[in-house]
């Protein structure tokens, strides 16, 4: 069986790991900017036009900058004005700057781009362009700038990391949030273009954000999500791997919870049904991996657990997901692929024995959200008993240096393993609001300060390492990110 389903990847950055620390600004001396500025993109308007002159912006922030042959390149943000311009210092007469403009995270920007682009006249060392919008929000456009310029007499071109206003980023939850939605193509209503079960899990951490930061600002994806998918693979986002249904009826319970549209949870419903008509005598039990294959594997069984109790819970008079739900857990919790350290292995052989394959995060983690709901359906203590036994084990055995770490974690964060974390905290968070004291709270808090402060760049982008290193970013470790920061109620 293969353990990853190969989907399309975005190419990554490189992650810078540390912030860049801000410095004060040369004086620019002269007459003022953007005479001979031009626009070489479609003008943006938000609070004011695309052109705006730097001497009537509210504020002045450096939060990047680069140098190159003696000369010192800026990127300046004003937040109050969301919108930001680049300066060139310490140079000569000639000297070029301009601002880039991106809005997919700095993974390509506007060929048509090279906004304000501007010499240093005569008689002047720096130089500036005019501001810029940083978001297209009349377009649902998250955006990003950085600065870049070049020595007028040299061909090698400098440019800053890229960064953006605090619009949507008062706190480190909303940042990762609006981080993640660069990444949410406006086209596909799916995160990185057309992933398919990771864009259901990008889509949840947006709305689990939503309810925990209070911040509505991107509830927009919702709607655009379903409407444009609805008929997409199978319908009613169901496909012949049963795993990405239940992923993506636990996604439409939770726009439920935070619409109230009751469409969203009559198409978890169906998700729920889908699976349903998938679960077989096959080792006494449990729902296929797949409708065409007979691998009877963890994660499958533990969504059809979660989603099917999650749906009793909102659905009042209900018995039959709720009888799902007990069946499964009956038949889960005997299954064997709990082992004897209280981990679970990532499925079953032909003959029904526990297949010692990788202990996935994920597989630690969506079992404790399927137990705390069908606590909250039955009300058995020995099921948080048992969900507390689970993680004891999971927070021990999954952390490296203090962090969580993924079995065989890479540098990358495309495909489908990136995904993994974010589902794994997102289930610990849940047990732990339910149980008193709530135990797991200082774990989870001191991952979330690792990550903030080792593995994290300048547009509050997140790689593959909570603890730092090595590595790229995209939608699958920003989701995953904000799993954890959601989790850790930051």
């Given at each position: ?7 399309m ?61 003696g ?40 060929s ?45 071109i ?50 689990d ?15 655009t ?74 994660i ?35 299954s ?38 069908l ?66 709270a ?49």
């Open positions: 069986m293969p353990l990853f389903r190969k989907r990847a975005a190419t990554g950055l490189p992650l810078v790991v540390a912030l860049l620390t801000a410095t004060p600004a040369a004086a620019v001396g002269g007459p003022r900017a953007g005479a001979d500025a031009h626009m070489t993109a479609a003008a943006i308007c938000d609070t004011y036009c695309d052109a705006r002159d730097p001497s009537a912006a509210t504020s002045d922030r450096i939060p990047a900058t680069s140098s190159l042959y000369r010192t390149v800026r990127l300046h943000l004003s937040d109050n004005d969301v919108m930001g311009w680049a300066s060139i210092d310490d140079g000569n007469p000639g000297d070029e700057v301009w601002l880039d403009r991106s809005f997919d995270g700095g993974r390509s920007w506007s048509g781009s090279k906004l304000g682009d501007t010499k240093t006249p005569q008689g002047y060392r720096g130089w500036r362009t005019q501001m810029y919008n940083v978001d297209d929000w009349n377009t649902a456009g998250v955006g990003a700038l950085r600065a870049c310029g070049k020595a007028g007499d040299r061909a090698e400098t440019c800053t990391s890229w960064a953006r206003v605090d619009r949507n980023a008062w706190s480190r939850g909303t940042a990762a949030a609006t981080a993640l939605m660069m990444s949410y193509d406006r086209g596909t209503g799916l995160f990185g273009g057309n992933g398919w079960w990771t864009a259901a899990n990008a889509l949840t951490a947006v709305i954000n939503a309810r925990v930061s209070g911040m509505p600002s991107y509830k927009y994806a919702i709607s999500t379903y409407d444009k998918n609805l008929g997409a693979q199978g319908g009613n986002f169901t496909n012949d791997y049963l795993d990405d249904t239940g992923w993506w009826g636990l996604a439409w319970v939770a726009a439920y919870d935070a619409t109230g549209d009751s469409r969203y949870l009559s198409t978890a419903r169906t998700d729920a049904d889908h699976m349903n008509a998938y679960w077989t005598g096959t080792c006494g039990g449990g729902v296929l991996w797949n409708e065409t294959k007979t691998y009877k594997n963890a499958t069984n533990e969504l059809f657990l979660q989603l099917n109790a999650a749906l009793h819970n909102r659905l009042p008079g209900d018995t039959a997901y709720l009888d799902r739900a007990r069946q499964e857990w009956s038949w889960f919790r005997q064997g692929m709990i082992n004897q350290d209280h981990m679970i292995n990532d499925g079953l052989t032909d003959a029904c024995a526990n297949n010692g394959q990788t202990t996935w995060t994920y597989n630690q983690g969506v079992v404790l959200g399927g137990l705390t709901e606590y909250r359906a039955t009300g058995d203590n020995g099921l948080l008993d048992t969900a507390r036994q689970l993680a004891d084990a999971s927070t021990a055995r999954l952390q490296t240096d203090g962090v969580l770490r993924e079995p065989g974690e890479s540098d990358g964060c495309t495909g489908d393993g990136p995904s993994f974390k974010g589902a794994y905290v997102r289930g610990l968070g849940r047990l732990n609001a339910q149980l008193s004291g709530h135990p797991y200082a774990t989870l808090t001191r991952w979330a300060d690792t990550a903030y402060a080792k593995d994290r760049n300048t547009l509050d982008q997140y790689g593959p390492h909570w603890n730092g290193g090595s590595g790229i970013t995209d939608y699958g470790c920003q989701q995953s990110v904000l799993d954890l920061l959601n989790a850790a109620g930051q």
